[in-house]
């Protein structure tokens, strides 16, 4: 079945996390809309030499912009997140049920696929254009659950658990894109090195040491290493999430009290990730002058601007809809009872919001402060608005039903703690309660 929902700890683990992503998303607008206005106001200079001021140790070269920190460093700490998310999901989530994993995986690869393929197409036979066919394959999920939180409270936890699915799974497809498609000069050396760190953080976090003293300086000189190979430093965020476990440690003959490593770590780091690094990098990022209407019209009608939207606002809701559609239809599994296609468009339109990861493919292809850099920055902010509206007329229209289930889905008639609808199937050990 193609939504069916999942298990109660799931369910409320994801609910948790949602929460979180929420408020972040709500700081990233924040910080997005502060950039947007300070870089059109009277004190544009003052946003452009906060961006370019320097800091740093040259002498590891790392004396880097406050820009290029936010990118490089702050991000890291984004895709760490994002690591141990993707690797908890199917190691011990639902997802890692293959069928379960089946759609939100295809979906996320049709929504980078179709986006980047439209965006060669509006784009084709201008000079240099190509180099940013990544650009519109990100979903923001920060942003699109601040989105959700405005249109969509009652959406059903099913199509909530997809979205976040989704999002993670694109964050992965983006961050091996970064890695193998905008790496300029790589030097192996400093990249064989960085292995030497990571490999003891892995050493150490596999044995569940959570001394910061000693894995701070180890993920602090992973990143360093990687980002002198010429590979971008989000990269090492992504291999050190990856390396931390997920199962919870053995005590005594039983499972061990509290979270696993990647759960504590996750729940260290989400709130710096989604309520500091992200929206700072929003900050230092998406300033552009728009010069006017004049302006603004003359850099919507570049073609990469075009292609980025054109990528973002069809391409994403087409390629995430029939790739859903074609697993459904490969594997005849049915939607849910309680849902109908008309709500997986909905969610296809709100992952047209590309904003995070949109806007560093962005300055990675055609480099920061350059004026086909200005225009995807003024192309994504553009589509994630149409985005959003589109999204929420789709999603406002089932808003009754919506309701509906979210009252079968809190229901808790018998005060135990767990709602009754997960209580109702019966499993082989008694009622599935997770």
Known sequence: MLFGRGTWPEASRIAEILRQETI?????????????????????????????????PASWHLDLSL?????????????????????????????????????????????????ALLYLVVTS??????????????TDIAFALAVLAVIGRFLPSALRTFLLT??????????????VFYTSDLAVGPLLLAFVPLAAFTFLVQRRVRSWWLLLPLAFATWMLVHESGVHATVAGVLLGFAVPVARSERAGGPEAGPGLAEHFEHRFRPLSAGVAVPIFALLSAGVAFGGLDGLGSALADPIALG???????????????????????????????????????????????????LLIGELAFGGASEADDHVKIAVLTASLVASLLAAVVLRMRNRVYRRIHKAETADLDHDGVPDVYQREEGPDGPVTG
Request: hydrophobic share 60%; net charge negative.
């Open 24 to 56: 972040g998303g709500a700081l990233l607008l924040a910080g997005a809309v502060i950039a947007v206005v300070w870089a059109n106001s009277p004190w544009s200079d003052s946003y452009d030499s906060l961006r370019g001021f320097t800091v740093g």
């Open 67 to 115: 820009a290029t920190w936010a990118a490089d460093g702050l991000l890291a700490i984004f895709f760490f997140v994002a690591g141990l998310e993707l690797k908890r999901e199917f190691v011990a989530g639902d997802l890692r049920d293959p069928r379960r994993a089946l759609v939100p995986v295809m979906a996320a690869v049709g929504g980078v696929v179709v986006p």
């Open 125 to 138: 036979g201008t000079d240099g254009a190509a180099q940013g066919w990544a650009i519109p394959a990100a």
């Open 166 to 179: 989704l999002a993670v799974v694109d964050d992965l497809i983006a961050i091996v894109i970064i890695a």
């Open 308 to 358: 980025v939207m054109v990528g973002l606002v069809l391409g994403k809701p087409v390629g995430i809809l029939g790739a859903t559609w074609a697993v459904g239809r490969f594997t005849r599994a049915e939607l849910d009872g309680d849902l109908a296609w008309v709500d997986v468009l909905g969610l296809a339109l709100l992952a047209g919001i590309g904003f995070t990861v949109s």
